[in-house]
């Protein structure tokens, strides 16, 4: 038994009215899927993940104390286990004195080009650099083992300004020999 679709929409198209309670039957219908209760209590899934994280949170700042305590962490109150590395470790001023020094050694330092004619010199220049760097290494330890002394800081500030005189030193050396080089090659030309 077939049915042909066109004779079906033309006689649906013919009834054009609603039945009288549809749009009753329609909200009931409605009002009921929207408004069923759920059955299903999730207070059982509350508590269990409150427990979870509270074991966690506890367990958490047990391993934080504990570890804290057993490695022996640094308090900064603590005089006795406090290591100075360096000037600006006692206060800001020192530190701003020892950037300074340090920022002028490595632009002096990083101005110097290397030659064949100037070799012998930096190489020298650099051997006394690096005797005042491990004077001033050895100034640090000093530092930490004994008590904090005016004499020991004013030592190592001279040590930079040591470092920094000496590298001026060679600038200079440096240009001379490069203003005779450059008069020895115009003479030539002449």
Do not use: C, W
């Not at 009288?20 to 299903?40: M, W």
């Not at 000093?142 to 005016?150: A, D, F, H, K, P």
């Amino acid at each position: 038994m077939k049915v042909d679709l066109r004779d079906k929409l033309k006689e649906d198209k013919m009834r054009k009215e609603l039945p009288r309670n549809h749009r009753a039957d329609f909200e009931q219908l409605l009002q009921k899927e929207l408004h069923q209760k759920t059955n299903r209590s999730f207070t059982f899934l509350k508590i269990a993940a409150s427990v979870l994280l509270l074991l966690g949170l506890s367990f958490t700042g047990y391993q934080l104390f504990n570890s804290g305590a057993s490695q022996g962490v640094e308090f900064p109150n603590d005089k006795s286990t406090n290591k100075i590395n360096s000037l600006g470790d006692l206060s800001p001023d020192l530190k701003k004195v020892e950037a300074y020094y340090l920022t002028q050694i490595n632009y002096q330092l990083a101005k110097i080009t290397i030659t064949n004619e100037n070799r012998e010199l930096l190489e020298v220049y650099l051997s006394q650099l690096s005797d005042l760097q491990k004077e001033y290494n050895n100034l640090n330890t000093q530092l930490n083992s004994n008590e904090i002394s005016e004499k020991t800081i004013n030592a190592l500030i001279e040590n930079l300004q040591l470092r920094l005189q000496l590298l001026r030193q060679l600038k200079k050396k440096l240009e001379i020999i490069d203003n005779y080089k450059r008069e020895e090659d115009e003479t030539k030309q002449v």
